[in-house]
């Protein structure tokens, strides 16, 4: 789980708005229920959302929004967001239904974050002209500008999520969630003792039951900066605690925490430790609720991570036997598995690169994912390696001028400003 936040022309209209209509600034959505209680179960799941509390005890807390009031349409738009798949789409698609009939902003809202949510690979940003303008109308809503610097942070726009954020905290109430969202832009300007001073206020502040990904992500970002690995997995394995405790792993496993563990331990040489996070991060996967299509493809990323430490064990041989089983898996995955064929060059150019067949790397480097700030990074030592000093200078300088904060960037942009040093 980063990036920033508001367009200039975002805040023109903010602005434009204000000058024309001081009323119209504090303009929110309408509620579509005549239901008191409705709204406050509302309320609450909203703020529990904004302490990252998450798990059964806020689904439930979902439900009795619905059962309030079964016809409020943001009740099922909140029931369907902290629901884990696959239940939640048949919620997702009620408010859509019950939307036809709510207020306009209600509606507007809810048409936005279908976009966002079906497009959760590279085009959930579809979805930002519609809350950009959303957010111009109702420039009193707080919920618009939080879930626009949430889409910015991913799409790589962190000024803009930045500005977002802080329009968030203007309306108020502050939250822990903006607050630590907020964190990313120290991180991305290198002030990285500023951003854990405020993660581990936010930290403090949460109640028991939370689980904080920004938080335990962000610090473990802090520290791979600083090349302090020891501290980067304690802040991980702190919320995998956290995500365990919380009930969290019950709508979807704790692989993810598991596999970051891994990447970290693989690229410091601590090659053991790594194929047993792998391997653990895995075992949570056969018996979660996931649908057996995402199971497949947790299987592909732990076989991706084994052929890789297999790399790094120089057994060369091995992983790319063992690589060919990944490729099989695209392949048999047809028209839908052509997707993962960036993570295919990935793997086939990391595999290379480590036996030393620089030419290769670079070839299967330059058809990976050419905006991850790690790839990058593998594709500038390949052509380090192959004497081509500019091509290396030339992807190490995209390392740097990389502005997504995440595992990837945390591991290469140190190496990669080294590099552009020397």
């Given at each position: 789980m980063t990036k920033r936040i508001f367009c200039l022309g975002f805040a023109a209209a903010l602005a434009a708005g204000a000058a024309a209509d001081p009323a119209a600034t504090s303009r929110r959505f309408e509620w579509t229920t005549k239901s008191g209680e409705a709204r406050q179960r509302l309320l609450e799941v909203q703020q529990r959302v904004e302490s990252f509390q998450f798990g059964p005890d806020t689904v439930a807390v979902a439900r009795s929004i619905v059962a309030a009031d079964p016809e409020f349409a943001m009740g099922e738009y909140?029931?369907?967001?902290?629901?884990?798949?696959?239940?939640?789409?048949?919620?997702?698609?009620?408010?859509?239904a019950l939307s036809k009939k709510a207020s306009d902003g209600e509606r507007r809202f809810?048409?936005?974050m279908?976009?966002?949510r079906a497009n959760q690979g590279a085009n959930f940003k579809d979805a930002i002209p519609a809350l950009e303008k959303l957010a111009a109308d109702y420039p009193g809503e707080r919920l618009v500008p939080v879930i626009l610097g949430q889409i910015y942070q991913g799409a790589g726009e962190a000024e803009k999520a930045s500005a977002a954020f802080r329009r968030a905290d203007e309306i108020g109430p502050p939250s822990p969630r903006v607050r630590a969202f907020l964190a990313n832009d120290d991180l991305l300007h290198g002030d990285y003792e500023r951003a854990r001073l405020t993660l581990l206020e936010v930290e403090k502040s949460l109640p028991k039951g939370a689980a904080p990904f920004a938080v335990g992500y962000g610090l473990a970002y802090s520290y791979l900066y600083e090349g302090k690995?020891?501290?980067?997995?304690?802040a991980l394995r702190t919320y995998l605690a956290e995500y365990e405790a919380s009930g969290a792993a019950q709508g979807f496993p704790e692989?993810?925490?598991?596999?970051?563990?891994?990447?970290i331990e693989l690229e410091n040489g601590r090659l053991d430790?790594?194929?047993k996070a792998y391997q653990k991060g895995y075992e949570s996967v056969p018996g979660s609720s996931l649908p057996e299509d995402q199971k497949q493809v947790w299987l592909g990323r732990l076989q991706h991570g084994r052929c890789r430490v297999l790399a790094k064990m120089g057994k060369h041989e091995e992983a790319w036997a063992e690589a060919q089983l990944v490729k099989k898996m695209i392949d048999d995955g047809g028209e839908a598995g052509k997707q993962y064929l960036p993570a295919w060059h990935y793997l086939a150019g990391y595999l290379k690169l480590e036996a030393g067949d620089y030419p290769a790397a670079v070839a299967e480097l330059k058809q990976a994912n050419g905006q991850d700030p790690f790839h990058l990074l593998l594709l500038a030592r390949a052509y380090e390696r192959s004497g081509d000093?500019?091509?290396?200078?030339?992807?190490?300088?995209a390392v740097v001028e990389s502005n997504q904060n995440s595992i990837e960037r945390a591991l290469a942009y140190p190496e990669a400003k080294r590099k552009l040093a020397s």
């Open positions: 909140y029931l369907s967001a902290v629901m884990p798949p696959p239940d939640n789409q048949a919620h997702l698609d009620r408010a859509v809810i048409d936005a279908v976009v966002a690995v020891d501290a980067a997995l304690d692989v993810f925490i598991w596999n970051s563990i891994a990447r430790e790594a194929m000093r500019a091509e290396a200078r030339k992807a190490y300088q």
